[in-house]
């Protein structure tokens, strides 16, 4: 069996190794008789997959590099980043990968000698914009090559989840791409690049069973930012059949705890205010090497999920608990929390603990049982109204977010109706909300048909926008008068007010005025922690005055955790 399954993984392995003999022609490189001679031996693999050796199980310390390894020092880099906060993090654990070996990073197009582009591949529009990026990037390389004072062509490189669907395909169909690399092949980004010196293009999309980047310390684009995201799992095993993420990100697994642990003392440490956990799934998150000694607790019935239920390890809630132990002071957040394994544990943890935000990303996808069905979610309609219910009492005043998709295959108009019901019923804080794009690979695009004709998707997507404006637009009204307690991130470019963020991630705004602390007065800085009181609000934004300087301890002070709201006073 061990066999079987690493030959399978050793042939696409050396499918993706890139060239490095002198076989004459593409043809005869691209035989397999020619991988199989040329490549690595299985001998090789072996080593690798099991980590049976000194040698690291990564890439780029693998043996055999090319005789031809290009010098990269020095290299300017310039990122692209598009799609989630994952891909932002992913950035992140890249530059630090990079920098390491000499490369420097710029913002500036004309300073750059490599641009990286960090892709999305979740919907069509998502890609359609890369493409446009692309287009840009390929009359750029033209201009660029024919200038007389650049001795180097600029080198493009594809990264994320675009590059692991379209792999090579990416090079066939873009000629001015240099380098595909997969979500798992960061590390052997320096390697691919090198090899592009001597005017190679190169490929690396093997998904891993394993890799975390664990001991990689991301380096921060942007430093002076308040927040920070810490990717604590990668992959994901749910299979929703409308999604790509399982085929481009692969199989679900957990970062250590001990190394989340001291990332987020690293940041603490640097003045970073608020992390985000960024997970397909953080309730299924599992560090096997640590030890909890206690079991999920989940509500009985109307859930299940399409893998077995993990057991033993160091769960989601102790995560947090260790998290959130790190410094009281630092907002701790999370994201996404699949509906069908939300334990009441995660819940405890929550109510209990002042800086972790009463927020919480639970996306519906949709409000009908029978498209729930299809879309293989693991939950009715009824089942997530019972846990948002059921999170409600748990934590009072707790913000909802969810994700939801309109025009997913044989969406019917009833069926689309209780979606709206669903966004009535529940009043989300924030939703993101999506027309259907039917992706190739998934399960829905080998078993259902994309049959809901564009018109109506608009439609539906229009109408779940109106009501979801309509409703935030209510909710953030009743907060006229309430104080909250504001991160302050940075200033509004175009009033010079200051932006910050409450509890439940809305946006305030409010002038820069001097307002008292501690030791009397003095004026408001990103990092600060300000109480802003509410005087008008938009379905996006908030209005307030600054009252005073505080902080979470001081903030809830007179509040018992379990019961409090966003508020400190209410009409005072
Ligand atoms: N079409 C539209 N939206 C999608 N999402 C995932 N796949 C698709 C798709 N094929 C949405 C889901 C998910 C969010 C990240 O993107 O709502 O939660
Ligand atoms: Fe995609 Fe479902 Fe996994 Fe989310 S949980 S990434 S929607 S397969």
Redesign the pocket.
Known sequence: MFFLQNTKRFIRYITCFPRQCRCKSDAAFESKKHRIKHGPSLKDFIIQSTGASDVPNHPPHIPYLPENYGDTSKRKVYFDVYGCQMNLSDTEIVWSILQKEGFEKTEKEEEADIFLVMTCAIREGAENKIWNRLDHLRGYKRRRSVSRNRHKPIKIGILGCMAERLKEKLIEKEKAVDVVAGPDSYRDLPRLLALTESGQTAVNVLLSLDETYADVVPVRLNQNSVSAFISIMRG?D???TY?I??FTRGRERSRAAASIVDEVRHLADSGVKEVTLLG??VNSYRDVTEQSGRSDTQLATGFKTVYKSKKGGLRFADLLDKVSSVDPEMRIRFT?A?PKDFPDEVLQVISERPNICKMLHLPAQAGSSSVLERMRRGYSREAYLRLVAHVRAVIPGVGLSTDMICGFCGETDEEFEETMTLMDIVDYNVAFLFPYSMREKTTAYRRYKDDVPDEVKKERHARMIEIYRRKCQRLHEAEIGNVHLVLVEGIVPKTGQILGRNEHYIKVVFDDVEIPSGEGNRGVKPGDYVGVRILSAKSSVLTGVALYHSSIGEFYKDYGWADRGLLREQNA
Do not use: F, T
Request: with cysteine.
């Open positions: 994901c749910n299979m929703c999604c993420v399982p397909q799934n996404a699949h």
